[in-house]
């Protein structure tokens, strides 16, 4: 009874060790990297896409963003800084459970319980996911609208794929399988939708001054 009572347990106990580990680390984890703080880069950026709407103008820094993203970022304008950091905190956590539960489908071979055990593992001790959370950065919300787009056939799919790449660029190298398998309308909808996204709607929310265009 005991062996199989640990066995129905320990794959639980495996997935709370990485919650277990922020808790006890928190210090350590806010330090992760050359950030300081929780949000680092949500914060710069959030501002930044604040401004353009009051000012507009090219932003010159290190690390870009298309102005997708300020039009995404303006969503949280109606909150000061601190309650729309958390809001997006919320938001990156909710999408890394999103992940987990994609993880938990790709190994539902092992078992009920551990796979969704092994899922949430997976997904907690995930550095980029880490990175996505602390920094809150868009890029769970990038990879979890390319999963969705990619395994669906449908137009509002292919829209989707053009968006996420609007947010960011580099998920256009995730065409190459289209391209590869010569779908050739699938491919046209998805770039006219990127095209719409990066620059169409942020001309018409931003002005022009603001998209360097």
């Known amino acids: 009874w005991m062996k199989n009572r640990f066995l129905k347990l320990a794959p639980w106990a495996a997935a709370a060790a990485p919650i277990v580990v922020w808790i ?8 992760l990297d050359h950030c300081p703080y929780i ?17 507009p103008t090219v932003i010159e820094a290190d690390w870009f963003y298309p102005p997708m993203a300020a039009v995404l970022f303006a969503i949280f304008r109606p909150f000061p800084p601190v309650p729309a950091l958390v809001a997006w905190s919320v938001i990156n956590v909710a999408l890394a459970v999103v992940l987990a539960v994609f993880c938990a489908r790709e190994l539902k071979r092992s078992g009920r319980r551990m796979t969704w055990a092994t899922a949430a593992g997976l997904a907690a001790l995930s550095l980029p996911v880490m990175h996505s959370i602390k920094w809150g950065q868009i890029s769970l919300l990038i990879v979890i609208g390319s999963i969705v787009a990619l395994r669906r056939r449908t137009r509002l799919a292919e829209i989707l794929f053009g968006f996420v790449i609007a947010l960011k660029l580099y998920p256009v190298v995730y065409l190459i399988g289209p391209l590869a398998r010569r779908q050739w309308k699938k491919t046209i909808t998805v770039l006219v939708a990127a095209f719409v996204c990066g620059l169409v709607i942020p001309l018409a929310v931003l002005k022009a001054e603001a998209t360097g265009a």
Do not use: E, I, K, N
């Open 39 to 55: 949000g680092c880069d949500f914060v710069v950026f959030y501002r930044q896409a604040l401004s353009l709407f009051r000012h």
């Open 24 to 31: 006890r680390s928190w210090r350590g984890w806010t330090d």
